[in-house]
C-alpha cells in the first residue's frame, strides 16, 4: 500500500517536473525563434537593397516610351530588376521618376496603330503599382507628366525589343516566387550548389552578387519588397519584438501559452503583413448643415415683384443718377432689393447636384459625358429667391467656404470663393473632390448696364470644369440676368444670351441660348431655352424646354425626344446637403459674419437699419482703399493668385493629382486650404504650373500650383520640397536658355530677311525688264526655301 502511494507520488511529482522543462523549453525555443527572425528580417532587408541599388544586377534597361494620363508619351530610361522596374528621366545622373512593383502586376501585349510594339503592366485589382520610395530613399520623384496609378502603357522601338522586353518582365515578374521556393528547399540542406534546379541557382547567385553579409541562406519573399516601398522603416523596426520579448519574460508561467499565441499572432500581423496605419487626427474647420434654404417656384410668379410706393420713390431717386448705357457697379443700390447673401454664396448654388458631376467623371463614353456635364449645368438654375433680389455685392478680400456631402461615394465637394478686386468686381472660386475626380476653377467679372426701364446684369468670364482621371477641361460660360418693368409696369427677373460648354480634347460642345420673354408671349414662353450638343460640327441632339423646369432631349439620328431633365420634388429632395462653416470658427471677412447686421435688419424688414450697416460696411471698404493708395501698397489675396501673363486667378493651393484610393485617405479643408490626408508621403508626379509672382505676393509663398507643404498633407518635408523648387528652377533656367536661342534665331531670319531685301532692290535696279520677271521668281523660290527652313527650325525647337 505504502508503495503504491510512494510510486504515485513519485510518478505525479517526475509528470510536474516535465512539465515546468517543457514550457521552459518551449520558452527558451520562442525566444530563439524570435532572435533569428529578426536577423533573417533585417538580412533579407539589406539584400533586397543591395539588389536594387546595385548596378550589375540588371535584368534589362534601355529607353522606352510611357503613356502619361493626359494621353500622350514620354521617353524615359528604364531599368528592370529581378521584382522591380525602375524608372528614370535619364540614365546617367539618376533622375528617379518611379518604381514599379512587378510582384502584383500581370503583363499583356497591347494592339496599337503606331509603329514599334506595344504592351501592359497592370494590376487585376486596380490597386498602385508604384512604390513610395525611390532606390535612394527618394521620396519626391522627377517631375514628368502625369502617370497613371494602376498600370503603364509601354511602347518598345521594333517588335523585336518588345518581344524581349516582354520575356525580361515574365521572368521579373515570377522571380520572387521561384526565389522563394529555391531557398526553402535548399535551405534546409545548408548547400546552395546542391539544387537541381540551375535556373534558380543562377537567379539566386544573381540576386546575392553583391550582398554585404554572409552568404548564408534566408528567404526573400514577396511581402519584403512590398514593405520596403509601401512603409517608411521606421514601422517595421524591432523595438516592438524587443519590448514584446520583454514583456513575455515578466509574464506568469501559468499564462504561457495563452501569452506565447497572443504575441506570436501580433508579431507577425505586424511584420509579414501590410497593415494600414491607424488614422491620425486631423484639424479642419467645422461645418455645419445648412437650416434653411429658399428654393422658390417655377414659371414667371417667383421672378416678379410689385414695387410699393416708398420702394417707388428710392427708384426715382437712383435713376436720376444713372443714364442709359451706365455701368451701375459703382452705384449704391437700395436695400429693399437685396437678396440677405452675399453673391460668393450665391455662385455656390450650383454644386448642389455636384453627384452629377461624380458620376460623369465615370462615364467612359465622351458622348454621355458631355451630356451629364450639360445636365448638371442646368441644375444650378431652379434655386431662386422669391421676388426680385440682387446679393449683396462683395467686399475686397471678402471669403465664404462651403461643402456637400456625397452619400453615396462618401466623398465631400469644397467650395471656396473670394472676392480678389473691387474696381472692377472679380469673385473668383475653387470647386474640388479629388475623391470623385472632378475639380472646377473660375473667375466671375460682375457688370450692371441700365436701359432705362430694364437693366442687365452680365457676369463675363467662364468656369473651367476638369475630370482629373482623364485630363479633360470643359470650359462653360454663364447667362445674364435681365430685369424690366423698373419704371412701369411689373418688375420682372429672366435670363438671357447664349452659353457655351466646350471640351476641347474630346470636341464635343454644347450651345444653350436662355431666352427673354417676347412682347406678347403667353405664359409659356417664360423661362424658355434651346440648345445644341455637337461634335465638331455636327449636330448630335436638340435641348427645349424651361430652365427653371423640364428640359427634353430630341436625338438628331434617331428623333426619338425624352426628358433630359426635370426637378421635380423627388429630384429636389434628393439634393445634396450643404454644411457652412461654424460661425464662431468664421474669419472677421467670411460673408456670413461680415454681412452679419445687414442680414439681420434685411430679415427684420428694417430697410433703414441695413441701409446704415451696408454704408459702414461699403465706407470701411473705400477708407482702407485709399490709405492703400497713399503708402503705395496694392492688395494681396489671401488664397488666390493672378497669372501675370494670362491675368487668369488660380487656387494658390489647387491640388489636381487623380485620387489614389491605395494612399489618399481623406479631403478636408482648414482655414480655405483645401488639403489631403495620405498614409504615405508620395513624390508629387506632376506637370508644373511655372506662373509669375503677382506684384503684391509674400515671399515664401509658392508661384506654382502644389498644394502648400502641411504636417498632415501628401507634399513632405521641407527638405523635399526644397529639392522640388531646385529642379524646378533648374527647369526654368532650361527653358530661359532654348528662348534666348530661339530669339538668336529669329534675329539671323530677320538679318537674312534684310540681306535679301537689299539684294533684290539692287539686281531690280541693275537688271533689264525682260530679266526683271525672271529675277522674281528665282527670289520667290529662294523665300519659299526659307520660310521652309523656318518652319523646320520651329518645329525642332518644339
Sequence with gaps: MGHGSESKLFNGSEKDISLSSSKLTKKESLKVQKKNYREEKKRATKELLSTITDPSVIVMADWLKIRGTLKSWTKLWCVLKPGVLLVYKTPKNGQWVGTVLLNACELIERPSKKDGFCFKLFHPLEQSIWAIKGPKGEAVGSITQPLPSSYLIIRAASESDGRCWMDALELALKCSSLLKRTMIREGKEHDLNSSSDSAHVSLYGLLRANNLNSGDNLPLNDSEIERHHFKDQDMYSDKSDKENDHEHD?????????????????????????????????????????????????????QTEVVSEENKSLIWTLLKQVRPGMDLSKVVLPTFILEPRSFLDKLSDYYYHADFLSEAALEENAYNRMKKVVKWYLSGFYKKPKGLKKPYNPILGETFRCMWIHPRTNSKTFYIAEQVSHHPPISAFYVSNRKDGFCLSGSILAKSKFYGNSLSAILDGEGRLTFLNRGEDYVMTMPYAHCKGILYGTMTLELGGTVNITCEKTGYSATIEFKLKPFLGNNDSVNQISGKIKLGKEVLAILEGHWDSEVTIRDKKTDVSETFWNPTSDIKQRRLPRYTVKFEEQDDFESEKLWQQVTKAINNKDQTEATQEKYVLEEAQRKSAKERKLKGEEWTCKLFDQDSVTGEWHYRYADTRPWDPLNDMIQFEKDGTIQTKVRHRTP???????????????????????????????????????????????????????????????????????????????????????????????????????????????????
Design 250 to 302: 515578466e509574464s506568469d508561467n501559468d499564462g504561457l501559452g495563452k501569452s506565447e499565441e497572443s504575441d506570436s499572432d501580433t508579431s507577425e500581423r505586424q511584420d509579414d503583413s501590410y497593415v494600414d496605419p491607424e488614422p491620425i487626427d486631423i484639424k479642419e474647420t467645422t461645418y455645419l448643415e445648412q437650416s434653411h434654404e429658399e428654393l422658390g417656384e417655377a414659371g414667371e410668379a417667383a
Design 684 to 798: 508629387m508626379v506632376t506637370v508644373p504650373k511655372i506662373k509669375r509672382k503677382p506684384t503684391g505676393q509674400k515671399k515664401g509663398e509658392c508661384g506654382f500650383s502644389s498644394p502648400e507643404p502641411d504636417n498632415q498633407d501628401s507634399s513632405g518635408s521641407e527638405a523635399q520640397l526644397t529639392k522640388h523648387n531646385t529642379r524646378i528652377r533648374k527647369k526654368g533656367a532650361d527653358l530661359g536658355e532654348l528662348q534666348s536661342a530661339i530669339e538668336s534665331i529669329k534675329e539671323t531670319q530677320e538679318d537674312i530677311k534684310r540681306d535679301i531685301m537689299a539684294l533684290r532692290n539692287r539686281v531690280t535696279s541693275n537688271s533689264p525688264p525682260v530679266d526683271n520677271q525672271f529675277l522674281q521668281l528665282k527670289h520667290y523660290i529662294f523665300i519659299l526655301l526659307l520660310v521652309l527652313l523656318q518652319l523646320i527650325i520651329n518645329f525642332l525647337f518644339k
